[in-house]
């Protein structure tokens, strides 16, 4: 343990014993370090978390969770052989031997639903069966997952900021005019819009 460590070890003892606070649960993102994923990860997120990021020191925490954000193609594919590339598949593939669940919370290869060959896409759901065996799950969105807007046109930046706060349906006006870039946006982003009266 180096000395900075040690130093925000005893801060945060301290600082609980002060404040007789609950802890926050840690959650291990397996990234490096970044802000929107923090933000998308803590809009979807039951309760308040601390993050931790990936081959940052644990300061003495023990993660509850572990969340990777993207999983693409082709460490899917090695990660369903039992195999890994570089030292965040190594560790992700790690956690699963040990037995702990590692989220997901976008898997690549859906953003090929419309044009990748039916046995390629069939190829890639069997993958993510497989993982799942493994212990790998889609990460669990908080509920409600509906956003509500008044507006009349619905841009890709509305589409963007519901995609942002982690909603899986935009409800809009019962006359509102979705524009084609908006729909495709949602499209990709598994978001549904749904128009209201």
Do not use: W
Not at 189 to 194: M, N, V
Request: glycine share 8%; charged share 25%; aromatic share 6%.
């Amino acid at each position: 343990m180096d000395v900075n460590e040690l130093v925000r070890t005893i801060a945060g003892e301290v600082l609980k014993q002060l404040n007789g606070a609950k802890e926050k649960p840690c959650v291990m993102i397996l990234c490096a370090r970044d802000g929107q994923v923090a933000a998308k990860v803590r809009a979807q997120l039951e309760e308040e978390a601390d993050f931790l990021f990936f081959a940052e020191p644990a300061a003495g925490r023990t993660p509850q969770r572990y969340i990777l954000p993207h999983l693409c193609c082709a460490a899917m594919a090695d990660l369903a052989l039992g195999r890994a590339s570089g030292s965040l598949m190594t560790e992700v593939l790690r956690l699963l031997l040990s037995g702990v669940t590692v989220e997901v919370l976008e898997f690549g290869y859906r953003a090929y639903a419309e044009t990748a060959p039916g046995p390629l896409y069939s190829l890639y759901e069997s993958y993510e069966k497989t993982l799942a065996g493994y212990g790998m799950r889609e990460f669990r969105r908080r509920q409600p997952d509906t956003v509500r807007v008044r507006e009349g046109l619905v841009t890709e930046a509305t589409v963007n900021a519901a995609l942002e706060k982690g909603a899986a349906v935009l409800q809009v006006p019962a006359g509102a005019v979705v524009t084609p870039l908006a729909a495709e946006i949602a499209g990709r982003g598994h978001l549904a819009i749904q128009k209201c009266l």
